[in-house]
T-cell receptor, first 110, second 115 residues
Framework: RKEVEQDPGPFNVPEGATVAFNCTYS??????FFWYRQDCRKEPKLLMS???SGNEDGRFTAQLNRASQYISLLIRDSKLSDSATYLC???????????FGKGTRLSVIA | DTGVSQNPRHKITKRGQNVTFRCDPI?????LYWYRQTLGQGPEFLTY????????KSRLLSDRFSAERPKGSFSTLEIQRTEQGDSAMYLC?????????????FGEGSRLTVL
């Protein structure tokens, strides 16, 4: 089983829609969780951290369920500019490298 | 531009040749990471350094892969006797050890094509 699993998509949604991605991780010792965004042919960039209590940044909401070992990302009021691949990322401690999922591709359509 | 810089951006080589990629991290960052990414996959961790010390190298794909960071600044990733399966994007990232564990700053990558 892969350490981090995501549905690769693509998710094709109209502008204004709400879309949610889930990600599961296999190692219960995982401590920190993140979502990265990667535009086509560009490098990954940190979108947001995922905290145990859940956190929100504008139209983006991230949640963590440790018992079920999954992380979610909710995007409200989708914009064309949200089209990208969203990478789920976990790490086991501050001194271990980030482990990336294969990403979920989102296309927001006018 | 004070971001992470990688060179060359593109490299086409014949099977069996050696290639070397260079990464210049953000100047105050003491951690430097190498990842590999193939089409449709997320970045796959290869190795990382804190200053000049290589803290993890067990994920390097084979003994044909090696990395150095001799003075704790720039780093090189060398692939010897390249194979077609080595074709990928090689990403370098840097961070400060003292900051949020998840915030890596990636370069634009070096794309390798092995013919």
């Amino acid at each position: 089983r892969k350490e981090v699993e995501q549905d690769p998509g693509p998710f094709n949604v109209p502008e204004g829609a709400t879309v949610a991605f889930n990600c599961t991780y296999s190692n219960s010792a995982s401590q920190s969780f993140f979502w990265y965004r990667q535009d086509c042919r560009k490098e990954p960039k940190l979108l947001m951290s995922v905290y145990s209590s859940g956190n929100e940044d504008g139209r983006f909401t991230a949640q963590l369920n440790r018992a079920s070992q999954y992380i979610s990302l909710l995007i409200r009021d989708s914009k064309l500019s949200d089209s990208a691949t969203y990478l789920c990322v976990v790490t086991y401690s501050g001194n271990t490298p980030l482990v990336f999922g294969k990403g979920t591709r989102l296309s927001v359509i006018a | 531009d004070t971001g992470v810089s990688q060179n060359p951006r593109h490299k086409i080589t014949k099977r069996g040749q050696n290639v070397t990629f260079r990464c210049d991290p953000i100047s105050e960052h003491n951690r430097l990471y190498w990842y590999r990414q193939t089409l449709g996959q997320g970045p796959e961790f290869l190795t990382y350094f804190q200053n000049e010390a290589q803290l993890e190298k067990s994920r390097l794909l084979s003994d044909r892969f090696s990395a150095e960071r001799p003075k704790g600044s720039f780093s090189t990733l060398e692939i010897q006797r390249t194979e077609q399966g080595d074709s990928a994007m090689y990403l370098c990232a840097s961070s400060l050890a003292s900051t949020v564990a998840g915030e890596l700053f990636f370069g634009e990558g070096s794309r390798l094509t092995v013919l």
